[in-house]
């Protein structure tokens, strides 16, 4: 008698038993007692929910773990530059960062099943993690200072918040000084470093959990009502306009190109398509001598015709490379995934889109920092979390719109969406000039989040 797909059985004396039977075991579970067998299903359903969004977690969270620490690693790198150094530190930071990380994405389908295995990968990453975390603690120390003011060939020389030099012929002459003969004779004493006598000792920076210094809750909170402000002005605002569909358009490829290559008539397996992180790689590479070119060569030449005096605008022309470059890689990849052009030219549009979020993120974090030098930390902070709010969101209804509307449709709205931004690049800046302005006062005027605050302020 096949019983095959039977549920319970029905004895002679009308006793009905489900299927299996349990036996007289202590270790089969269905001799226990109901209650027990309830509670161990909710302690595995939990640890199921717990296990799954632990490993959902990383991918989830990677933005906001970047963007957080990105923001106070940009600013530890403006730091430890001077300003001519910023376009290549900053275009290095972000391309041989970038080229590292979506590189060696390329080698985790080769050492590992990534559809079964998790464990080796973590393992390894710890080692290196551990290492890095504990120099970071102990040898890279704040870089949280004042400037005050120095002896420069017979003047006084003042440094603002803004990395504005003034120098004054006499140190009564300096607003806000103070009248005491020592600090006046302190000044007088005092010389811009040489190399030869800068300190270049390795030693433990000293550990404290707190402070007395201006990097206070007093100054995270002017910080916030900082970030309104920022928003408020249109060289940042279109910073993070542009940079969030930017954003968006590489969301749209990240999250198709898998879905088409693994599909007909392409069917490519996990390693092939991985393979494509190499040239990001590559591409992200390419975005530093590029970026560096239009930031360095160009501003230089903009600073020269303006008789030696550099304004935030000279910067727009860096902003020409993340735009061309986005609106060309989603209108390749919306052509390709319709008419199923070769996978060499997905590997381009991704290629085009990887160098495209690099040059746009060295060019942010320069134009925004020169923009705004007394605001830095909020000007960053809206660069950085709303465009990333923004992307999130467009990615949230990608999936709906490339059902309903198909990926080539799609791609080519992103695509145009970031022209019509960039050609609006221009006007925008020269209005936001003077509606700076606007950001006076008060709130304003509190230099915590400075590149190089001077003083409390108020607030």
């Not at 006793?15 to 226990?32: F, G, H, Q, T, V």
């Amino acid at each position: 008698m096949d019983l095959a797909g039977s549920v319970f059985l029905i004895a002679s004396n009308g006793r009905m038993l489900s299927l299996p039977i349990a036996s007289e075991s202590p270790n089969d579970p269905l001799s226990w007692a109901k209650r027990r067998r309830i509670f161990i299903v909710v302690i595995l359903l939990l640890h199921s929910a717990l296990s799954m969004f632990l490993i959902e977690t990383p991918g989830n969270l990677y933005k906001a773990f970047a963007k957080d620490f990105d923001e106070k690693t940009l600013l530890q790198i403006i730091d430890l530059t001077f300003i001519d150094e910023r376009p290549i530190a900053l275009a290095t930071f972000w391309a041989c960062g970038g080229s590292l990380a979506v590189s060696s994405l390329g080698f985790l389908p080769m050492l590992m099943d990534t559809a079964s295995e998790w464990r080796p990968l973590f393992k390894a990453a710890s080692i290196p993690a551990a290492i890095i975390a504990v120099v970071i603690l102990f040898f890279v120390p704040e870089t949280y200072f004042q400037r005050p003011p120095i002896a420069f060939d017979g003047r006084v020389l003042v440094q603002s918040g803004t990395e504005k030099v003034k120098i004054y012929d006499d140190w009564f002459d300096v607003p806000g000084r103070d009248d005491d003969n020592t600090t006046a004779a302190l000044i007088e004493d005092t010389l811009p470093a040489d190399e030869n006598t800068l300190q270049s000792g390795w030693r433990v920076s000293p550990f404290r959990l707190w402070r007395r210094s201006i990097a206070n809750p007093k100054a995270a909170a002017v910080c916030v009502v900082q970030i309104f402000l920022c928003l408020a002005n249109p060289l940042v605002f279109w910073v993070a306009l542009l940079n969030a569909i930017n954003f968006g358009g590489m969301m749209s490829i990240g999250t198709g190109f898998p879905v088409v290559m693994a599909a007909a008539p392409y069917n490519l397996s996990p390693e092939e398509v991985g393979r494509v992180n190499f040239t990001t790689g590559l591409t992200s590479l390419l975005a530093l001598p590029a970026s560096y070119y239009m930031l360095n060569n160009i501003m230089k030449r903009l600073t020269l015709r303006n008789r030696g005096v550099r304004h935030a605008e000279f910067y727009l022309p860096a902003f020409v490379l993340p735009v061309t470059t986005g609106a060309a890689s989603v209108f390749l990849f919306g052509f390709a995934a319709e008419r199923h052009w070769p996978a060499v030219v997905y590997h381009v549009a991704y290629g085009l889109n990887s160098f495209s979020f690099i040059s746009g993120s060295i060019a942010n974090t320069i134009w925004v920092t020169e923009s705004l030098p007394q605001l830095a930390a909020p000007a960053i902070a809206v660069v950085g979390g709303v465009s990333y709010m923004a992307s999130w969101s467009i990615t949230a209804v990608l999936p709906m719109w490339d059902e309903s509307w198909g990926l080539l449709a799609v791609n080519v709205f992103i695509g145009v969406g970031i022209l019509l931004i960039g050609l609006l690049a221009i006007p925008i800046a020269f209005w936001g000039r003077s509606v700076r302005q606007f950001i006076r006062g008060r709130w304003a005027e509190y230099e915590a989040g400075a590149l190089r605050p001077q003083s409390k302020g108020r607030a």
